[in-house]
């Protein structure tokens, strides 16, 4: 990026006279230049790049690409780990913590610390990572790299800090969880299997302690091979052979039992008294067939075998279904007694999770939920009713339920609109959820002082809306609309539908919203727009419906004219629209000759339709075929309720629509827009193209979107467009745009910025669109009702609106509207136009007053429009008139003094990539300019002055749909999709960087650990032994001596600093350390106190034993013994 120099903070102009061509246009970046201005104007801008930093909040969303699954049962936290090495981390609703690993690693292995605030990773490099969750933000501790071996499997007994690490070598390695160094204990697989066995035993798979003895290390291995390890002994107690693979073993609470899962459908019961064979072989699902053979079944790649004191035990696994039943779902199988319950999934199963509420595994395991973890998404299902009924998630996992296709941030809404959202949502709610409380209940989360009310919207690719809450760092789903059901369903083989619709024929490219009015219009990719405003009441509705016809009788540029960078125009008078430019069709009518090749890509209902409570839909515009070709992506759409105007536009040119009365007022070419004073030379229209080329890839499916299909879609800026191979120029291709699947992965091409280097093939494209009141001409003197237009060749044209002011006649009276010309040319595709009035203030567009439509008629009052405007010269008394007028290209950004049209700051935003989003926004009390460049930075300028606030190389390797995604709001937020299933919101401002802390939920809180259950006194008098093992005695360095170095190398963690040690410092971790070492002595007190009896009774009963035998020998002579 370049060095921007250094300019003043205030704006002046002077020397009245410049003009608009002048080569003051092309100065250096933020540099004020000579402009005409009635008076003096002073902004006094208040920020500074001190109160912006760029850093991320929060991520919402489904993990993607799910790898690993933990719990820990006593803080009551979910952790889930993912293929890109990502962690995520759930307690209840408001605690949700991304972490990320930096190599990127998969997530293989994830095991808690239980209720010690500390989680252990294993991820595909080999290294094990220590993660410090007593803190916000959780830190690496520590890091142990294992240089010559692959880990398979990972164990941590309760209570220890000795981790057991199973490798694909078969060995079984031991590491300290606090100095995270390996012991020099080893137990190798050749000492493990016996000396005669020729074959090798493959991966661990399974490690786990005996709940009889945890002396007793049970070792599984992938080939059929089980071992039970005496730690202490270093020998194996007993081995176990058998023929088919193992995939998990799980123990009875009183280990006398163990139970195998195997690659052949079956599970198997053992006894460790006896290992020739096992006592039981079921196959869940394998039915004998005729021939008296069983079916064979797929593998069972999990088991749990869980006790509970009021039923028989539970047996769950995953997998093990017969191979026969084709098309068969995936499936959790629950085996409680003589009852099977198969659970069938949407998604293949990776994960999943008994919870039980003990943490011992000596103790009766009472399980009351599992925990299901699926490729795209988190079921938990209820084990203490029979139905076995699911949880409702609290977390927002189904954004991805359709693929999201665009993305709207809106900070600091109308403070009404979330509940009304919210109670029209509930209405439709799914039923049959367990009625118990959410199970994953762990951490603390408060609504935090700096908090506003935020939406989300997302669009997707199945056509449906949906509306979140966004507010204080979470989401929650508000209400869901589908905009699909305003059409009829497409039939295979009815007519053209059947060539260019394929699954997404209502996929989502853009939507507008008013929070204020409550209107909101989508777009589609189908070429159509609907307009939908909003009430509480249901309603029967003829559904209105528009066709119109944008056509390009020109090619676009051939080559510039000689003031090709700047030109000066001229201004032209207002002048109504050209009739034969316009395509109206009204509701019902046909169209004229050649209708099959004209009509619209979807056919909208004609009946009445019954429409429930909340969005309603007003208006449908369509665009319609032309000659054959299919109507192009529409790329630009702005609404405004006050004006009671709609105006888009795609490669062909602008139409402008009025929705009250149902009418198009404009519908012209992009060329017909500048009259005379188009700066190109154009060329008559060329030959038609191959028009089947076109025909075919006009409306592409989008739910594959995320997949490696041989599908390929592009954006074009808010649009989604498809990129064919032998792509003809028929299709728009927006000067070098992130158009070309070559960008789909990076952008880093840079663009030539002069005009005449652009193809001959590319259309000028209305890129932005902006209602606002403005001057349309240099010679107003008050502001009226003006349409900006921006388009992709970088030219800004304004056209003012003749809007009657009246109720009555407003609804009556043709709204007149006249093309003036060109105004500016910048580097670059146009993407935003925001006005600043002479203050620095922005100024917002005027809109109305929400009122519902379908209400109760008040005939005391009437329902009347109630419009809010903000004119600039309401607040210029002291400043003059006129306002400023901030455009932003993708290399450029200007700021024009209105209405003399005049430049005053110029600001070159990059010369090696291009801008892919742009807003002005509000931010600590002011406004800013805030880009999102291809090249990954993040930027925000001064306004009006255009200076360099921040500049932050943040996603060096971006994707389309990062691009298509990313977008800006107030407040100093934006959010983009990190992942297909992912949102991820950011801030760049100071002030919510420092205030993060305290906005973000605490994932530990002190808890005291379950009392273990008394043993009775015959259990603890025979088996007292398993408690006498101490670990330290066996891995500790003074009895194993030290690991080899180059077996694995240790790496001090960035969160050292803030690690357990030092977070348990303060007073609660220091009353939770108390805590533990309390529980730890009052642990060994007991035990103490258990051996002191035990030695009482025995002493008693030896005094007894010796007191009879004193009065039964008491009279006998000596030669009688």
């Keep these: 990026m370049k060095k921007f120099r250094k300019v003043l903070d205030g704006l002046t102009t002077s020397s009245p006279g410049g003009t608009i061509g002048s080569p003051s246009c092309g100065s250096a970046a933020g540099t004020p230049t000579a402009a005409p201005t009635p008076r003096e104007i002073d902004v006094q801008e208040t920020l500074t790049s001190d109160n912006f930093q760029l850093c991320k909040t929060v991520r919402h969303g489904f993990p993607y690409q799910p790898t690993a699954l933990a719990f820990d049962p006593v803080q009551k936290i979910l952790a889930i780990g993912s293929r890109s090495g990502g962690v995520r981390i759930l307690g209840r609703p ?271 395991q009472e399980p009351y939920t599992v925990v299901v973890l699926l490729e795209k998404d988190l079921i938990v299902v209820d084990l203490t009713q029979s139905s076995f009924p699911v949880f409702e998630n609290p977390y927002p996992m189904d954004i991805h339920e359709s693929p999201v296709t665009c993305t709207a941030y809106f900070a600091d809404c109308p403070p009404d609109i979330i ?109 159509h727009i609907i307009l939908y405003r909003f009430s509480k009441y249901d309603a029967n509705t003829q559904i209105v419906s528009l066709e119109v016809r944008l056509q390009c009788e020109s090619e676009d540029v051939i080559t510039p004219s000689e003031n090709e960078n700047y030109p000066c125009f001229s201004e032209q008078g207002s002048h109504s629209p050209q009739p034969h430019h316009q395509h109206p069709v009204s509701p019902g009518s046909r169209t004229p000759e050649g209708a099959k090749d004209r009509g619209p890509c979807l056919k909208v209902k004609e009946r009445v339709v019954r429409v429930p409570p909340g969005y309603q839909s007003d208006l449908v515009i369509q665009l319609l075929w032309v000659d054959g070709e299919p109507p192009q992506q529409i790329t630009s759409l702005d609404i405004n309720s006050a004006y009671g105007l709609l105006a888009f536009g795609n490669c062909n040119g602008l139409a402008v629509v009025d929705y009250l009365q149902k009418t198009v007022i404009l519908c012209m070419s992009t060329v017909d827009l500048y009259g005379a004073t188009d700066p190109y030379q154009r060329l008559t229209r060329s030959p038609r193209r ?154 917002q567009s005027p809109y109305e007053v929400w009122r519902d439509l379908n209400a109760p008629e008040d005939p005391d009052r009437p329902r009347r429009r109630k419009l809010v405007h903000f004119s600039p010269s309401s607040s210029q008394d002291a400043n003059g008139d006129g306002h400023l007028a901030v455009v932003c290209s993708e290399r450029q950004a200007k700021v024009f003094l209105m209405p003399s049209q005049a430049c005053l700051f110029v600001h070159n935003i990059t010369e090696s990539s291009f801008v892919l989003r742009a807003d002005v926004v509000s931010v600590c009390n002011s406004v800013c300019l805030a880009c999102f460049c291809a090249n990954g930075h993040v930027m925000t300028l001064s306004l009006p002055s255009l200076r360099p606030l921040m500049d932050v190389n943040y996603l060096p390797l971006t994707d389309m749909r990062i691009a298509r995604t990313f977008c800006f709001t107030n407040g100093g937020q934006a959010l983009y999709l990190s992942s297909p299933t992912e949102i991820q919101r950011i801030t760049y401002s100071q002030e919510m960087c420092d205030n993060l802390q305290e906005m973000l939920g605490e994932l530990f809180t002190p808890i005291e650990t379950p009392e273990a259950q008394n043993r009775g006194f015959l259990k603890g008098f025979f088996g007292g032994n398993a408690h006498a093992f101490d670990r330290e005695e066996l891995f500790g360095e003074a009895a194993a001596g030290k690991a080899s170095r180059s077996l694995a190398q240790h790496i001090p963690g960035q969160g050292g600093v803030e690690g357990m040690k030092m977070a348990a410092g303060g007073a609660v971790g220091e009353l939770a350390r108390a805590r533990i070492a309390l529980d730890e002595r009052g642990q060994r007190l007991g035990e103490l106190e258990e051996r002191t009896a035990l030695m009482m009774t025995s002493a008693e009963s030896f005094s007894k034993h010796a007191h009879e035998l004193m009065l039964k020998c008491k009279d006998k002579k000596w030669y009688q013994f």
């Design 94 to 364: 408001g605690v949700d913590c991304f972490c990320q690993h930096e190599s990127g690693a998969a997530v293989l292995h994830l095991q808690f610390l239980i209720n010690e605030g500390a989680l252990v990773t294993a991820c595909a490099d080999d290294t094990l990572h220590l993660w410090n969750l007593r803190q916000r933000r959780p830190a690496v501790l520590h890091s142990l790299k294992f240089n010559r071996e692959r880990i398979t499997f990972c164990h941590l007994p309760f209570q220890s800090k000795w981790l057991y690490v199973g490798t694909e070598r078969g060995n079984t390695h031991i590491v300290n969880i606090e100095s995270f160094i390996l012991s020099g204990y080893v137990i190798m697989w050749n000492k493990a299997i016996e000396l005669s066995t020729k074959t090798h035993p493959g991966p661990v798979v399974h490690l786990s302690d005996s709940p009889k003895d945890e002396g007793k290390l049970l070792i599984g291995f992938e080939a059929g091979t089980i071992v039970q390890w005496d730690l202490r002994a270093k020998k194996a107690d007993f081995r176990i052979y058998y023929d088919e693979a193992i995939h998990s073993v799980s123990w009875h609470h009183e280990g006398k039992q163990f139970m195998c899962s195997h690659s052949d459908g079956s599970l198997t019961l053992w006894n460790p008294r006896n290992t020739t064979k096992p006592f039981q072989v079921t196959f869940p699902h394998g039915k004998i067939q005729k021939d008296g053979r069983k079916e064979s079944c797929k593998p069972i790649l999990k088991v749990e075998y869980k006790t509970s004191r009021s039923s028989e035990p539970f047996i769950i696994f995953s997998g093990g279904l017969s191979y026969d039943k084709a098309g068969r779902r995936p499936a959790l199988t629950i085996m409680h007694g003589k009852a099977i319950t198969v659970l069938e999934m949407g998604y293949p199963i990776v994960e999943f999770m008994v919870l039980c509420e003990t943490p011992y595994n000596n103790e009766v």
């Design 690 to 843: 191959n028009r089947q080329s076109t025909s075919e890839h006009c409306m592409r499916g989008l739910s594959n979107f995320y997949s490696d299909s041989k599908k390929r879609i592009r954006t074009s800026y808010q649009s989604l467009t498809e990129l064919n191979d032998n792509q003809q120029s028929v299709d728009m291709e927006r000067s070098k745009s992130p158009t070309s699947e070559s960008r789909e992965n990076s952008f880093s091409r840079s663009r030539s910025s002069s005009v005449s280097s652009i193809d001959r093939d590319t259309k000028e494209a209305i890129t932005t669109l902006q209602f606002g009141e403005s001057y349309g001409r240099k010679s107003d003197v008050l502001p009226t009702p003006c349409l900006w237009v921006g388009t992709s060749l970088g030219m800004v044209l304004l056209i003012p609106l003749s809007i009657p002011t009246d109720h009555e006649e407003r609804m009556e009276e043709a709204v007149t509207v006249g093309p003036s010309g060109a105004v500016q040319m910048l580097k670059g595709s146009i993407l935003r136009f925001a006005f600043l009035d002479c203050m620095g203030a922005l100024i």
């Design 419 to 527: 509940p009304i959202l919210y109670s029209i949502g509930a209405k439709h709610k799914k039923t049959g959820y367990s009625h118990k409380e959410w199970p994953v209940g762990g951490g603390t989360w408060t609504l935090g002082s700096h908090t506003y009310p935020e939406i989300i919207i997302t669009g997707h690719a199945d056509g449906s809306i949906k509306f979140w809450d966004a507010s204080a760092f979470t989401l929650q789903m508000l209400y869901k609309l589908k905009t699909s059901k305003v059409f009829e369903k497409p039939k295979a083989g009815e007519g053209r539908s059947a060539e260019m619709v394929e699954e997404d024929p209502f996929a989502v490219q853009m939507v507008s919203w008013c929070p204020q009015s409550r209107i909101f219009c989508v777009v589609g990719i189908s070429a």
